[in-house]
């Protein structure tokens, strides 16, 4: 939430201005069991997992399963790296999950109907990166899909298991937004349950 009341107040450029905008980044070192865990806090999200190829490695992480093969990728989480940027319709807030290598896991984007103090929460104890201007690659991610949905963390015997459940009621606002995103990671967003 970092971008969304730090730059409310923040005057709007126009579309000609696109090469002086910048992205503030924060980066967080944390393990994908941790991250896991503080999901269902966040509440309704923009989910958009990354895109494996069939034969990806499917490691299983001790003590934790998962209910859907596209979570797989967050328990591999080693680094979520926060942006935010400013764009013509007001801020945009996302994470991306990195594994050890740097490699793109999933992006979470921030709704106005996340909890914003989970999110804060989650993203605190980072340090800041340098603000970079905004170049297409820096928006746009290689996902497979796009999906709102609520995180979940269950039990299964001696397992931890990362499960979803749909959104549900999602604001007109949030809808738009999450529309946005898609077109913009050239996905199809999942139909909502409102």
Same mark, same amino acid.
């Given at each position: 939430?970092?971008?969304?009341?730090?730059?409310?107040?923040?005057?709007? +450029?126009?579309?000609?201005? /696109?090469?002086?905008? =910048?992205?503030?980044?924060?980066?967080?070192? $944390?393990? @994908? !069991?941790?991250?896991?865990?503080?999901?269902?806090?966040?509440?309704?999200?923009?989910?958009?997992?990354?895109?494996?190829?069939?034969?990806?490695?499917?490691?299983?992480?001790?003590?934790?399963?998962?209910? +859907?093969?596209?979570?797989? /990728?967050?328990?591999? =989480?080693?680094?979520?790296?926060?942006?935010? $940027?400013? @764009? !013509?319709?007001?801020?945009?807030?996302?994470?991306?999950?990195?594994?050890?290598?740097?490699?793109?896991?999933?992006?979470?984007?921030?709704?106005?109907?996340?909890?914003?103090?989970?999110?804060?929460?989650?993203l605190a104890g980072g340090s800041s990166l340098p603000a970079a201007p905004v170049c297409p690659g820096e928006v746009a991610c290689k996902a497979a899909m796009a999906e709102l949905l609520c995180f979940r963390v269950g039990r299964l015997a001696s397992f931890h298991v990362l499960d979803t459940s749909p959104l549900g009621r999602l604001s007109p606002l949030g809808r738009g937004?999450?529309?946005?995103?898609?077109?913009?990671?050239?996905?199809?967003?999942?139909?909502?349950?409102?």
């Amino acid at each position: 939430m970092f971008g969304w009341l730090a730059h409310a107040f923040a005057s709007t +450029r126009s579309t000609a201005d /696109t090469a002086a905008w =910048t992205i503030s980044r924060t980066s967080v070192r $944390m393990p @994908g !069991v941790e991250l896991a865990a503080r999901l269902p806090l966040l509440g309704g999200v923009l989910y958009l997992p990354a895109c494996r190829s069939p034969g990806a490695s499917r490691d299983l992480v001790a003590g934790w399963l998962v209910a +859907r093969d596209n979570l797989g /990728t967050l328990l591999r =989480t080693n680094e979520l790296r926060a942006s935010c $940027m400013i @764009g !013509v319709d007001g801020p945009r807030e996302w994470i991306d999950c990195l594994d050890a290598a740097g490699g793109f896991c999933a992006r979470l984007h921030l709704l106005p109907d996340t909890d914003y103090l989970a999110w804060d929460a989650l993203l605190a104890g980072g340090s800041s990166l340098p603000a970079a201007p905004v170049c297409p690659g820096e928006v746009a991610c290689k996902a497979a899909m796009a999906e709102l949905l609520c995180f979940r963390v269950g039990r299964l015997a001696s397992f931890h298991v990362l499960d979803t459940s749909p959104l549900g009621r999602l604001s007109p606002l949030g809808r738009g937004i999450a529309r946005d995103v898609a077109r913009a990671a050239a996905v199809e967003l999942a139909p909502a349950i409102d």
